[in-house]
């Protein structure tokens, strides 16, 4: 069998395949999230722990060899290790909002639009940049004390490898300090950000994905295991999405909207990323949105209403959800795609005592797909768009989604970052799996024409109510 290890967020998932790419069984494990004055915290011994054990038991439950595992997990962050990987101090989340003032600083002066310029990224509060910066200027101890600054999956791959000394791939290298031409750190992109001093925290870029074998916790000793692609890119490849012009648009906890391309435009707006692949040249334009379905899930949660009453309140109010309008800009931190607004916030408008929690859930529905109808477009897409992640079990949120984005959904089940993560694995080993197979499509949804011209026309009025909501967010 071959073991796709993601470790997410909120949810740490491994998933047991055979060879023809059928998924055989399923192990999670939830792990905690701080959150505490715009900080977002995370213990690294907590998520480490529940790789371990979610691998122990799949491994159990799964019995048979394991031909080789892949590990894909969440992005950007500071995780703070020392030279056997193990944590200085909790990790720092990609949803962590203390550097806004220095984004701020940055947006203002000239120089977040310089390192766009440089790399295709444009940095967040939650990314990289901004936070070792932050950690330089008001804990500069952790700093001090820590031998790498890495991202999730690659402390996970040091301690289950037992390597001695961490190192990343240009997926997660990608923000905000790799230089997607050459495909190694820009040294002036770490002058810009005051952080030349720090550079030794910056791990080695592998090129491709790095190798190793388990050295028995979880997996048996041994067992081959490649470090990467992070999730993003990890989904991408187990949606087949890997030809220029296609894209996939994963409803999770972040909305995120990628497209294939080979194509690199350093012009027009500062916003989102492209993701370096293994395939020199070829990479992914990301528009990752800061919130897709924690939007929906703080609606749900303030109104009483539960996830599996979705379906049937989505049929219970018409498209337009009878003028109840919902800017879905949640996050505490702002929005990163498909641009740059920390101090933006939701909005909710068209709210009367007659309107309804169907109209409220309908309404936050809608405002995600024009999100994700605007993420899209900023991509570049052009071919067909698979769709995965959480939001995709509600059939008739998919039917929605259809119609709001004008254009079939390639609905891919499963474990698709898993699954990404063992076809990435597999390239690296020499392993031949069928993709095509691995990534079929569970259903294609298509959307309604009348509805689709609908929602054509709301996109536009969520464009027009976007800009004054960004016009209000910088006063």
Partial sequence: ????????????????????????????????????????????????GAVVAVLGALTARVPGPVELAGLTGQGDGVWLVDAEGR????????????????????????TFEAVFRRTGSAMFPGCPGPLLAWFDRYEPGSLDAAAAAVYCKDMVFQRLTGATRAVTDVSDASMPFLDPRTRSYDNRVVELLGLTHRRRLLTPVSDLVALGQARGEGLPAGTPIANGPYDLPACA????????????????????SLVATTDLDLAGEPAGL???????????????????????????????????????????????????????????????APFVEPRLRAELTGISLESTPADLVRATCEG?????????????????????????????????????????LRVVEGEVGARGAVLAAAERYGVALDADAWTRPALVVEPDAD?????????????????????????
């Fill in 87 to 110: 944590p200085v101090r909790p990790a720092a989340s990609w949803m962590d909002g203390r550097a806004h003032e220095l984004l701020d600083q940055w947006l203002a002066d000239g």
């Fill in 237 to 256: 490849l187990g949606a087949g999405v890997t030809r220029p012009g296609d894209g996939l648009l994963i409803v999770g906890t972040c909305l995120a």
């Fill in 368 to 408: 995600i797909g024009y999100a994700a109808r605007h993420c899209l477009a900023a991509a570049g897409l052009t071919g067909t768009l698979a769709v995965c992640g959480g939001g995709t079990r509600s059939p008739a949120w998919m039917r929605l989604l259809a119609d709001v984005l004008g254009r079939p």
């Fill in 274 to 336: 492209y993701i370096s692949t293994d395939r020199p040249g070829h990479r992914l334009r990301a528009m990752p949105a800061m919130v897709g379905t924690a939007a929906l899930d703080w609606v749900l949660s303030t109104t009483g209403v539960h996830h599996d009453e979705v379906d049937a309140l989505l049929a219970d109010t018409p498209p337009g959800a009878h003028g109840v309008r919902v800017l879905p800009y949640f996050a505490p931190s702002g929005e990163r």
């Fill in 451 to 475: 509805r689709a011209v609908q929602y054509a026309k709301g996109y536009e009025e969520h464009l027009e109510r976007l800009a004054g909501a960004r016009d209000r967010a910088r006063r």
């Fill in 1 to 48: 069998m071959y073991i796709g290890i993601d470790v997410g967020t909120s949810m740490v998932k491994a998933a047991a395949f055979d060879g023809s790419g059928r998924q055989l069984a399923v192990e999670a494990r939830p792990v905690g999230l701080e959150l505490r004055g715009g900080h977002v915290e995370q213990d690294m011994a907590e998520v480490y």
